[in-house]
């Protein structure tokens, strides 16, 4: 990875790209969906602060470990005046996406059990494949049709 002199405050996005490892397609995503921002030359080029770079890194860390993109951006919005993560901050914020993570692994796990019994069966019944229907999140309180009615009142 290239390194950026300490006297360069602004990046272009070539730049942030090839430092920060991420392809310029994924930091133009991030900018969309709100977790970078850059300001725009006169000749409407993006310029990114230098530290969008350690921001850049928190992101791919957290997706890294499967962690949304929309729990990623919640998370940097209680950043007070949206600054950038700090290496305490990343603490806190994995250890709060720890319990989530847990659960998130017994539920493959369980379903990785579970797919040898799919194997060959191919149903994918709503009320009895645990592939379509792992926790069987309708079974509690509705069956067949009157998921539609259900469905439509939200
Ligand atoms: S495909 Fe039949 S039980 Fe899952």
Same mark, same amino acid.
């Given at each position: 990875m290239p390194q950026i002199p300490e006297k360069v405050h602004e990046l272009t996005v070539g730049q942030l790209s090839a430092r920060s490892g991420a392809a310029v397609s994924a930091l133009h995503f991030y900018e969309t969906k709100g977790l970078i921002s850059s300001r725009r030359t006169s000749g409407n080029q993006r310029r990114y602060s230098r530290d969008t770079l350690r921001r850049v890194a928190f992101i791919r860390a957290a997706q890294r470990v499967g962690i949304p993109l929309a729990t990623i951006r919640e998370a940097l919005a209680e950043l007070p005046e949206e600054r950038t993560p700090t290496r305490d901050d990343w603490a806190h914020l994995s250890e709060a996406w720890r319990s989530e993570l847990d659960e998130r692994i017994k539920q493959l796990n369980r379903l990785r059990d579970h797919l040898t019994d799919c194997i060959g069966c191919?149903? *994918? &019944? *709503?009320? &009895?494949c645990v592939l379509s229907n792992p926790d069987d999140v309708f079974g509690d309180h509705l069956t067949g049709s009157r998921l539609l009615p259900e469905k439509g009142r939200r």
């Open positions: 191919g149903c *994918l &019944s *709503l009320d &009895s």
